[in-house]
């Protein structure tokens, strides 16, 4: 799914695994995907991932505005740092359990192509649901995601629907835990 201007809290970790694809916007990585997200001081989250056949990657998200008194969450990142890093901007809006982000991400596919992106996340709990949608010159791709939450597990099953290529899917199980 797209990326969003939320970020973990400062000692928070998240620890993924997960089958067939990166999961990361784009990344037609096969295999599995072994992932940490570490939330540390001044709204900074970082993480390192093991993807099968590729090795291993490392991102950060700098969230600059955090969204009290009204107005969204924004926030820049990078991805996949050490293989074909991609740089994003995001703005995140949430309005109860709904949350609304847009942004542009960049670097993306052999052309190195900027997309556009936005997206939704409802979370009422135990389910988590989310769609959002990608677009730039060649590439286009809408995604949907049903998760199951249980305490400090997330379980989620996601469909990547390319314009030029097959559906692909993603399973994925989360761990978030706050360490100090």
């Given at each position: 799914m797209m990326?969003?201007?939320?970020?973990?809290?400062?000692?928070?970790?998240?620890?993924?695994?997960?089958?067939?694809?990166?999961?990361?916007?784009?990344?037609?990585?096969?295999?599995?995907?072994?992932?940490?997200?570490?939330?540390?001081?001044?709204?900074?989250?970082?993480?390192?991932?093991?993807?099968?056949?590729?090795?291993?990657?490392?991102?950060?998200?700098w969230r600059f505005l955090s969204?009290?008194?009204?107005?969204?969450?924004?926030?820049?990142?990078?991805?996949?740092?050490?293989?074909?890093?991609?740089?994003?901007?995001?703005?995140?809006?949430?309005i109860s359990r709904l949350k609304v982000s847009g942004g542009v991400i960049t670097g993306v596919g052999d052309d190195d192509e900027t997309l556009a992106m936005v997206g939704a996340s409802l979370d009422i709990r135990p389910f988590i649901l989310m769609v959002d949608h990608v677009q730039g010159d060649t590439i286009k791709r809408t995604a949907g995601s049903v998760g199951l939450a249980f305490s400090s597990f997330v379980i989620q099953g996601t469909a990547y629907d390319f314009e030029n290529a097959d559906t692909e899917y993603t399973m994925t199980l989360s761990f978030i835990q706050k360490l100090y």
């Amino acid at each position: 799914m797209m990326p969003t201007a939320d970020v973990l809290e400062p000692g928070e970790s998240r620890l993924d695994y997960e089958t067939a694809n990166s999961g990361k916007l784009n990344v037609l990585f096969g295999g599995s995907i072994i992932g940490t997200q570490n939330g540390t001081l001044f709204d900074i989250e970082a993480g390192i991932d093991n993807i099968t056949d590729v090795g291993t990657v490392y991102n950060f998200k700098w969230r600059f505005l955090s969204g009290e008194g009204g107005g969204p969450a924004a926030a820049v990142g990078a991805q996949n740092l050490a293989e074909s890093t991609q740089y994003y901007a995001v703005l995140t809006k949430g309005i109860s359990r709904l949350k609304v982000s847009g942004g542009v991400i960049t670097g993306v596919g052999d052309d190195d192509e900027t997309l556009a992106m936005v997206g939704a996340s409802l979370d009422i709990r135990p389910f988590i649901l989310m769609v959002d949608h990608v677009q730039g010159d060649t590439i286009k791709r809408t995604a949907g995601s049903v998760g199951l939450a249980f305490s400090s597990f997330v379980i989620q099953g996601t469909a990547y629907d390319f314009e030029n290529a097959d559906t692909e899917y993603t399973m994925t199980l989360s761990f978030i835990q706050k360490l100090y």
